[in-house]
């Protein structure tokens, strides 16, 4: 099975920045290299929600509520990808998880990591 771990998660205010990472331990880079990673999130009482994804070739997809400010890039050398939120909203608050095709349609999710937007 496909382990990966999210991390980078905060509390901020709003207009402040995060940096979000998820990483595939002992993963060798062959296999890596050939995974399609997004991120998504969830919301208190709120469906999850495809957020980003996936960084091809340098070119990724966004959420309409996120484009313009959040960014993500897959490194495949270090073998994670990372999501740089920027200009953070309040309703940006909720668990960022990230994950495969193949995961999501077995509905198989990590812990994810918790952002906290608030004044």
């Known amino acids: 099975q496909v382990q990966l771990v999210e991390s980078g ?14 990483a595939a331990p002992g993963m060798s880079l062959s296999v890596f290299r050939s995974l399609s990673v997004f991120w998504y999130r969830q919301a208190p009482g ?5 957020v980003a994804g996936p960084d091809t070739g340098g070119s990724a997809n966004y959420a309409d509520s996120v484009k313009g400010r959040f960014i ?37 999710w990590g812990l994810g990591t918790r952002v906290t937007v608030s004044s």
């Open 9 to 22: 998660g905060g509390s901020v205010q709003p207009g402040g920045s995060l940096r979000l990472s998820c």
């Open 46 to 50: 709120k469906e999850r929600e495809l």
């Open 72 to 108: 993500v890039r897959k490194d495949n050398f270090r073998r994670k990808v990372d999501l740089q939120m920027n200009n953070l909203k309040p309703e940006d608050t909720a668990i960022y998880y990230c994950n495969t095709p193949s995961r999501v349609s077995a509905d198989h």
